[in-house]
């Protein structure tokens, strides 16, 4: 043992069972060695600890423990001591947070995120976790900054636009919300004090007679086609009718009862079918759970209804438009249909009801399912009546209104030997 200046050349002339102190010279630190036992030289450090003389070990002699660097660790380890605190333990929290990362504490999240939400609203959460967040997937979270968040949300904003980037900030922070209460070592939620991307307003549109008439009338009898003509006379959301069961359905009583776990608002829901609804109905497959697709999403995940509603409805609109241009005469430009939403359809069935049709507001309430105004105060809580026999005569005189535009539609004829209503067509002179 001997108290020598380390450098490397000392380090090199080290000797098996030998070991050296730094001394000698402007920049040593007491307490701050290296030895060899057998093989590599290896850097340490010595301190007093609740009256015990402490070893530590820095690292090995290479990269990236030279003299130098080993030597400023061991001046911040001996300053971590001063402190009061224990640089073994340090070292092990630091290697607790080194191993939450991204990709992990994401993974623990999604498990425990499932039991509390609904199918929908996990699937879209793990895909921005697992996908849109990949980028920071190998970051542990103890070391995820404000700025890390602001940036990649900028750049999400600028990829997928304003609602992706919203909805992406919101399922990581409360991915940060959840990892702080669990303990994890995260001084803050990154995520606060990020710039929020200004979501557009919601949607008004609304469908006119003859949009609605034209829809229906390029419907193709498959699954796409009904479930869509099912979100027109049923006013359900998409995925309701999507992911529809055949146990749900009571075809003597022609109710359809959403169970509470498959609705937006977490309540049970009894929509009376009219007859139209009813004939869309397809012949129940054996073995068929859903009424509509029912195919695995992946290897042991639960089983799904219908699936590829953007292929589908990209597939609707190009005929839409061809059909619109066969129809068209020579010196036309035909536009296409105006941009729709499938949950358009939802909103056209209710205001037609409540503005044409003379539907009362709750009852309007009730078909869409809504729990507002009286239905959400006290008088909700007591009025449990579901209002049965206003909703069938409401749908009934919803699906009247629809099959009287579409018969009286004048785009009806594929062939182009019906007349052709230019306010219809949408035609640009």
């Not at 340490?44 to 070990?57: C, M």
């Not at 005929?319 to 729709?340: F, G, S, V």
């Amino acid at each position: 043992m001997a108290n020598l200046g380390i450098s490397v050349r000392t380090v090199q002339s080290l000797g098996p069972g030998e070991t050296i102190w730094d001394a000698d010279h402007k920049e040593a630190v007491r307490g701050f060695g290296v030895r060899r036992q057998r093989g590599t030289p290896v850097y340490v450090v010595k301190f007093r600890a609740f009256g015990r003389q402490r070893f530590f070990t820095i690292g090995p002699h290479g990269s990236p423990w030279t003299p130098e660097k080993a030597r400023k660790e061991a001046k911040r380890l001996l300053g971590l001591v001063a402190e009061g605190k224990d640089p073994a333990v340090e070292r092990a929290l630091a290697a607790l947070q080194a191993a939450d990362t991204f990709r992990k504490v994401a993974e623990e999240y999604l498990k425990t995120a499932k039991q509390k939400q609904r199918p929908r609203t996990h699937s879209e959460i793990e895909r921005y976790l697992l996908v849109t967040w990949k980028p920071l997937h190998p970051l542990p979270v103890s070391h995820i900054g404000r700025r890390h968040v602001a940036t990649r949300i900028a750049a999400i904003a600028t990829d997928h636009g304003a609602v992706t980037a919203a909805r992406a900030r919101s399922a990581l922070s409360a991915m940060f919300n959840w990892a702080i209460r669990e303990g994890l070592e995260i001084p803050a939620n990154p995520v606060l004090g990020t710039n929020r991307p200004a979501e557009p307003r919601s949607r008004e549109r609304t469908l006119t007679d003859g949009e609605l008439a034209e829809i229906w009338t390029g419907l193709g009898d498959d699954d796409y086609g009904r479930i869509v003509k099912l979100l027109i006379l049923t006013a359900q959301r998409r995925d309701e009718v999507g992911g529809m069961r055949w146990a749900e359905l009571d075809s003597s009583k022609r109710v359809w009862t959403i169970p509470g776990a498959r609705t937006k608002n977490h309540r049970e829901h009894a929509v009376p079918l009219t007859d139209s609804a009813m004939s869309l109905l397809p012949p129940r497959g054996e073995n068929r759970e859903h009424v509509f697709g029912d195919g695995p999403r992946r290897e042991g995940d639960e089983h799904r209804g219908f699936s590829g509603w953007s292929k589908s409805k990209a597939t609707l609109n190009a005929r839409l438009l061809a059909r619109r241009q066969k129809l068209a005469r020579a010196d036309e430009t035909i536009a296409p249909l105006a941009d729709w939403w499938l949950h358009d359809l939802r909103r056209t069935a209710a205001t037609v009801m409540a503005d044409r049709l003379g539907v009362l507001p709750h009852i309007v309430e009730a078909v869409l399912n809504h729990v507002s105004g009286h239905r959400a105060g006290v008088a909700g809580v007591y009025n449990l009546a579901r209002y049965e026999a206003e909703m069938r005569a409401a749908l009934s005189a919803w699906a009247d209104h629809v099959d009287r535009i579409v018969r009286h539609s004048s785009v009806i004829d594929l062939e182009g030997d019906a007349p052709v209503d230019d306010a219809l067509l949408g035609s640009e002179k």
